[in-house]
C-alpha cells in the first residue's frame, strides 16, 4: 500500500518563501517519478513540477524560476521549495506519484497514487 503524507503548508504574504514536503512509503522507491499540482476552490488541479526516477526536474511555466523540486531517497521525501510566492487567495498543493511505466508525468491520469494537500493561504 502506497502512502503519501504531506505537510508544510500555511499562510504566505507576497514574497514569502515556503517548503512543501512529501512523505512516501509503500511500494515507491528512487524509480518512481515524483510530481505536484495546485489547484484553487473550484480550479482544475494543474500540473506545477516533477522530478523524474533519474533525478531530472520539468516544470510548468507558472513554477520556472521560482520553485524547486528536490527528493532525498534516503528519507523518501519529495520536497517542494517555493521562493517569490504570489498568493492567489488558498490554494491546495498536492504531490502525486506515478507507476513505473510514465516517466514524467504531467496529466493527472498519469499519476497513481496522491497525497492529501497543503493548503498555502494568502494572509496579506
Known amino acids: 500500500q502506497v502512502q503519501l503524507a504531506q505537510s508544510g503548508g500555511g499562510l504566505v504574504q507576497p514574497g514569502d518563501s515556503l517548503r512543501l514536503s512529501c512523505a512516501y512509503s509503500?511500494?515507491?522507491?528512487?524509480?518512481?517519478?515524483m510530481a505536484w499540482f495546485r489547484q484553487a476552490p473550484g480550479e482544475e488541479r494543474t500540473f506545477v513540477g516533477v522530478?523524474?526516477?533519474?533525478?531530472?526536474?520539468d516544470y510548468a511555466h507558472l513554477a520556472e524560476g521560482r520553485f524547486t523540486i528536490d527528493r532525498d531517497n534516503y528519507k523518501n521525501t519529495v520536497y517542494l521549495q517555493m521562493n517569490n510566492l504570489e498568493p492567489r487567495g488558498t490554494d491546495v498543493y498536492y504531490c502525486?506519484?506515478?507507476?513505473?511505466?510514465?516517466?514524467?508525468?504531467?496529466?493527472?491520469?498519469?499519476?497513481?497514487?496522491w497525497g492529501g494537500g497543503s493548503q498555502v493561504a494568502d494572509s496579506s
Open positions: 509503500g511500494d515507491i522507491h528512487r524509480g518512481h517519478a
Open positions: 522530478i523524474r526516477g533519474s533525478g531530472r526536474r
Open positions: 502525486a506519484a506515478a507507476g513505473g511505466s510514465v516517466s514524467a508525468p504531467r496529466q493527472i491520469s498519469d499519476l497513481d497514487w
